[in-house]
């Protein structure tokens, strides 16, 4: 399998194989890709890294990576005591729009959509401003 990403003017490669000699099946695959470039009239002019990993290393890097808690719309809602989970959408517009304006908001920006970090759901959960006046105290 071969995966391809891209980062503004940077490419980046991950190959999986089973094969026995990770090497040589790396000098392969990095001189299609030259090739492949080359073909479509790109240059590449330098590597910033070449690494080879165990089927097992992978799984350490896994393993040890963390994805911090998430909530989902729904779960979110539940947090402001909304009953419907429409209210966040909305909320979630009226941030993009003043994103958009170029203004500040208090709401969060979810990670994907639909998704946001929990903390950052439980902080504006309760610091939210829910009646006219001022906003409320922080602990």
Known sequence: MITVAV???RLGIALDSSGSDPVAELTVARDSFVEALATAGFTVTAW???EALSNAEVGRRIEASSIPPMVNVK????????SSHQRIYELDTERRKAAEAGQLHTFPTPVVPG????SAAERY????KTKP????RRK
């Open 133 to 136: 006046g001022p906003a409320p």
């Open 75 to 82: 779960e979110f809602a539940a947090l402001c005591g909304f």
């Open 125 to 128: 959960a309760s610091t939210r």
């Open 48 to 50: 910033d890294a070449v």
């Open 115 to 118: 998704w946001w970090i929990k």
């Open 7 to 9: 980062h503004d003017n």
